[in-house]
């Protein structure tokens, strides 16, 4: 199924002379380029406005929620049980209930200390500031247990901070309590829909650095930054104590030993939770202990959205600037960004990749649009939208070429072989030079080439048209599928409407099976007429009223009337007489001949009864295309007629013209038939077309009309002459009468006499008449010219 470029090659050598371009020449790089310019141009605006959109969407937070959203899957997936070097020891519900109290008091928590501490416990930290005084003794105990501990225990603080219009206040522990013991900071900063929350792992007051609980937790002690605690953490396997159970002595010191606490609560009426995504409620102090264990497994990095933007950016650009046109590097980055995130965040360094993907939509949507208006992916081929420019086309010629039987023949196809098969057509169109783009559209290929003068654009367009047959058969091996080309040359119309013009032209040729058709005025004229004339045959039929004249058959011996050759002559009211032989070739094209054969035999054998009365031997003839005489149902419906209307069959003569090729089975049995009645038949337009010598012998006929484009030409020409000396002799060697038609001078009508010729028609004697007319002229017997 693939063309070979070898008979590509040969094919296109064998591409007729082309002819001399109309002046003046056309900026060709310029137009018929234009195609591929204005994708490039489309495509690099999308691309523009995709990364704008990205670079403005990251500099507003515009995606924040589905990044944080996106970071919390991420997190889920990598999801691992938290170390279990950091406990919590938590008031809870239980301690609440077994010490009767809303909190722990002082002493409680001095109590606690002791026991940690005595546990072997490395450090700990407080997640509240003791701020404000309790009672004087238990203010002391917690005091002197500080001192005890020195270097041990850590207190809550915040610093204070600004958000928005709203000031929150420092809060640090009592005077007395900071004087012994270590401060670390509580603070975090959720983001504005607390899907996330970045720590600092440092804060300054009045020019003293303090640690943050989870610096203060991890034993951070490297450059202050913010940072984001990985979710990855699961907060629900952090080793938890109840405070009332450690504070009891219910909690084994190997549990504790060696281990860093932070004391927090999680009591169900407590403020202190946070959500975290996809996991809930999560008390406050299990984000400082993930934050720790984040700064312990290797300190973060935030790269920010910027790799994220730039590989959407070199993607985009390799598709906008890249030759091959795929949209490889686009699915590559869309997926490969968020496959990414994942390797990076196990190594610490946190991208943001959603204003990347956004820029990266934004441009998808972007080149899809484009590429469904004005490119056809299937055949990898751009649409007609891509040609239709505003720029004027006066400069050219309009082609498409319909490949009837497409639809079919793709059927079979896999896309891929559609699309090879559709570019190897670009590729011979391509081949002469002179087309630029080639568009696809539907089952038609659409391109522009310098305009030409119209005979050398008949030449051009055969020649494509045969080139183009020749390449489909040898190639696809498909001889179902005629190429037919429709040109436009309406140089003043707006493009899109050429192309139109164009694609009509070559779906009309198409069907009626000719290799091209050139939309000119001269065309667009024609067509109208063959309309016109269709609306008429239309009405004639209906009303079954076609008007006839007669034009008489001269015996050229004795110079009398012998018969009379049925001819339309009709005017449909208001109208001029309509061209029979067009109105023959529409009954023919729309299938209706019989129809019209039956509407002119009617009023033919009606009139014909006065002439036999008259004549005896009166012979009336009638036009019938030789075609119909397979038609069983037409013969039927003729000897029906004559037995109705009362004509004699012996009287009628068919006078049989062909185009095509008559199937001599078919029409034997109905020409016995024909024979058997006494029909006459007689050979129309002998000598040209089909109606040749082989056609003499496959039509019995008892008559041969010679065609009058010989007759008329005798006089001037010796081969016309001879073609006429030696068909009469033919048919009288068969035994046949010899009529000439057209004979139009006295000269002519001698010559014809002297070759022994029968009988002459033509405007010597008479034009088609009337009935009555002809009566009058038969009454006088005989022909005035030769008296
Ligand atoms: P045809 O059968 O060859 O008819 C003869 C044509 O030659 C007629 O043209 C007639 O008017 C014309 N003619 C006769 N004498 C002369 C002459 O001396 N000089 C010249 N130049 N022409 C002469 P018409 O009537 O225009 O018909 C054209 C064709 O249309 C006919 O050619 C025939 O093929 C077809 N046609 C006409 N009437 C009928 C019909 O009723 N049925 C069918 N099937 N075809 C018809
Ligand atoms: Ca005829
Ligand atoms: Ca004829």
């Not at 079979?412 to 559609?418: A, C, D, K, Y």
């Not at 020409?717 to 010899?738: D, F, P, Q």
Request: charged share 25%.
């Amino acid at each position: 199924m693939t063309p070979s470029l070898a008979s590509l090659a040969g094919l296109l050598r064998r591409i007729p002379g082309r002819a001399e371009k109309l002046a003046p020449e056309p900026p060709e790089e310029n137009v018929l380029q234009s195609g591929e310019a204005l994708l490039r141009r489309k495509r690099n605006k999308v691309a523009i406005f995709a990364i704008l959109f990205g670079l403005v969407s990251a500099a507003i937070d515009l995606p924040l929620p589905a990044e944080d959203a996106y970071r919390a899957v991420r997190a889920q997936l990598r999801s691992r049980p938290a170390p279990p070097d950091i406990v919590m020891v938590t008031v809870d519900d239980a301690t609440l209930n077994e010490l009767g109290k809303e909190l722990p008091s002082r002493s409680d928590d001095s109590a606690l200390v002791d026991r940690l501490v005595a546990a072997g416990v490395d450090k700990i930290v407080f997640d509240r500031a003791h701020a404000d005084p309790e009672t004087p003794a238990s203010d002391a105990t917690f005091e002197r247990m500080l001192e005890r501990h020195k270097g041990k225990v850590w207190l809550g603080m915040t610093p204070s901070y600004q958000i928005k219009f709203q000031k929150i206040d420092r809060i640090l522990p009592l005077e007395r309590f900071r004087q012994h013991a270590a401060m670390a900071s509580m603070t975090g900063f959720a983001s504005p829909f607390s899907l996330s929350v970045v720590f600092p792992t440092s804060v300054d007051i009045d020019g003293t650095t303090y640690p943050s609980i989870s610096a203060a937790l991890a034993g951070y002690d490297g450059s202050s930054l913010r940072y984001r605690p990985d979710f990855a953490f699961n907060p629900w396997t952090i080793p938890t104590y109840s405070y009332v159970d450690v504070l009891k002595g219910r909690v084994p010191a190997s549990k504790l030993r060696g281990r860093s606490v932070i004391i927090g609560r999680s009591f169900f009426e407590s403020s202190d939770f946070l959500v975290m995504p996809l996991k809930g409620r999560v008390p406050g102090s299990y984000f400082h202990v993930i934050g720790a264990q984040t700064l312990k497994s290797g300190v973060p990095t935030d790269l920010y959205w910027f790799p994220a933007m730039l590989i959407v950016v070199m993607a985009i650009g390799s598709y906008t600037l890249g030759r091959s046109r795929s949209a490889r590097p686009l699915w590559f980055a869309a997926v490969g960004l968020p496959l990414l995130a994942f390797p990076l965040d196990e190594v610490r360094f946190n991208i943001d990749i959603m204003p990347a993907m956004l820029a990266l939509g934004f441009a998808g949507i972007g080149f899809h649009r484009i590429a469904k208006k004005y490119y056809s992916s299937d055949v990898d081929a751009m649409t007609t939208s891509a040609l239709s420019l505003d720029k004027g086309s006066a400069a050219l010629d309009v082609y498409a070429l319909r490949i009837a039987n497409l639809a079919e023949m793709s059927e079979e196809w896999s896309p891929r072989e559609l699309g090879e098969f559709v570019n190897s057509l670009i590729t011979y169109i391509k081949g002469p030079g002179e087309a630029g783009d080639v568009a696809f559209e539907r089952d038609s290929l659409v391109w522009l080439a310098p305009r030409m003068d119209k005979v050398s654009l008949e030449r051009h367009a055969d020649g494509l048209a045969l080139m183009l047959k020749t390449a489909i058969s040898y190639d696809w091996q498909s001889a179902s599928s005629t190429p037919a080309i429709g040109i436009d040359t309406n140089y003043s119309l707006p493009l899109g409407q050429r192309i139109k013009k164009a694609m009509q032209a070559a779906d009309e040729a198409a069907n009626r099976g000719v290799r091209f058709i050139i939309n000119d005025a001269a065309y667009v004229e024609a067509r109208n007429y063959r309309l016109e004339i269709m609306r008429v045959l239309e009405k004639g039929l209906r009303e079954r009223k076609i008007g006839v004249a007669y034009q008489p058959k001269i015996d050229l011996a004795t110079g009398r009337i012998v018969g009379a050759e049925t001819l339309i002559r009709w005017k449909p009211d208001g109208q001029d007489f309509v061209n029979p032989q067009e109105l023959v070739l529409a009954a023919e094209a729309s299938d209706r001949i019989n129809e019209l054969t039956m509407i002119v035999m009617e009023a033919a054998l009606v009139d014909g009864r006065e002439a036999i009365a008259l004549d005896p031997g009166f012979k009336l003839a009638i036009n019938m295309s030789a075609k119909s005489l397979s038609d069983t149902h037409l013969l039927f419906d003729m000897m029906t007629m004559l037995g109705r209307i009362g004509f004699p069959a012996e009287n009628l003569t068919l006078e049989l013209t062909e185009t095509a090729k008559l199937e001599d089975k078919l029409i034997a049995p109905q020409i016995s038939a024909l024979n058997a009645r006494g029909i006459g038949l007689s050979i129309d337009d002998f000598g040209t077309g089909q109606s040749n010598l082989e056609y003499l012998e496959k039509l019995p006929s008892s008559e041969l009309k010679i065609d009058k484009k010989f007759v008329q030409h005798m006089a001037t020409s010796e081969e016309s002459h001879a073609v006429v000396r030696a068909t009469i002799e033919i048919a009288h060697s068969l035994g046949k009468v010899v009529v000439a038609e057209g004979v139009e001078t006295e000269a002519v009508a001698d010559q014809l006499r002297a070759m022994g010729c029968d009988q002459a028609q033509g405007f010597l004697f008479s034009q088609a008449i009337a009935m009555p007319e002809l009566l009058i002229m038969m009454g006088g017997k005989r022909i005035v010219v030769n008296a």
